[in-house]
C-alpha cells in the first residue's frame, strides 16, 4: 500500500518502526546485549539460555592451585550481574570482589572469613559462567565466559 500523493505522513509510522527496528539491532551488536535479559526481540523463547539455567562457579588460585569456592552473600550484587549480562567488565569486578577478601582454609576448603581455620594465601581469582545448551534428548551445560585476574604482587 503506498501512501497517497496527499497525505505523505501516511508513511510515518512505518519509517519510525524501521528505524526503532534498526536502532536495536545497533544496539545489540555494539552493546553486547542477550536475547532474553533486553528484549531485542522473540529469541528469548528459542533457547533456554535465560537467568535460571545460568550459574557461576568461583575458583581461587592459591599455592595448592585452582580451588573452587562457594558462592557467598557479599558476591550477590556482582554475581547477579555477571549472570545478567556477562561482559569482561562484569567478570574483572566479580573477580576483584573475589580477590578483596580473606579466606581460611577449614576442613571443607576454602571459604572467606579470618576465623575458624588457617589463612590462605590467594594469588589469583577465575570466575566462570555456565549455561545449558539443547542437545537431542538432553540439557548439557557448557562453559559460556571465563574471566582470570592475578593478584597485584602476588
Excluded: C
Excluded at 552493546?31 to 528459542?46: E, R, T
Excluded at 588460585?61 to 554475581?79: C, M, N, Q, S, W
Aim: zero cysteines; aromatic letters at 6%.
Amino acid at each position: 500500500m503506498r501512501p497517497s500523493p496527499s497525505r505523505p505522513w501516511a508513511a510515518l509510522p512505518a519509517l519510525l518502526l524501521a528505524a526503532m527496528a534498526g536502532l536495536q539491532a545497533l544496539r545489540i551488536q555494539v552493546q553486547d546485549l542477550n536475547s532474553w535479559a533486553d528484549g531485542p526481540g522473540f529469541a528469548m523463547f528459542a533457547k533456554p539460555d535465560a537467568l535460571p539455567a545460568r550459574f557461576t562457579r568461583l575458583h581461587l588460585e592459591t599455592e595448592r592451585g585452582l580451588e573452587r569456592v562457594a558462592p557467598f552473600a557479599g558476591l550477590d550484587p556482582a554475581i547477579h550481574a555477571w549472570r545478567v549480562l556477562p561482559s569482561e567488565a562484569r567478570g574483572r569486578r566479580l573477580a576483584d570482589a573475589l580477590l578483596a577478601e580473606a579466606f581460611v582454609r577449614g576442613p571443607d576448603g576454602l571459604r572467606p572469613g579470618t576465623s575458624g581455620g588457617a589463612p590462605e594465601r590467594v594469588l589469583g581469582a577465575q570466575v566462570e559462567l555456565w549455561s545449558l545448551r539443547v542437545e537431542p534428548g538432553r540439557l548439557v551445560p557448557y562453559r559460556k565466559r571465563v574471566v582470570r585476574r592475578e593478584l597485584a604482587g602476588g
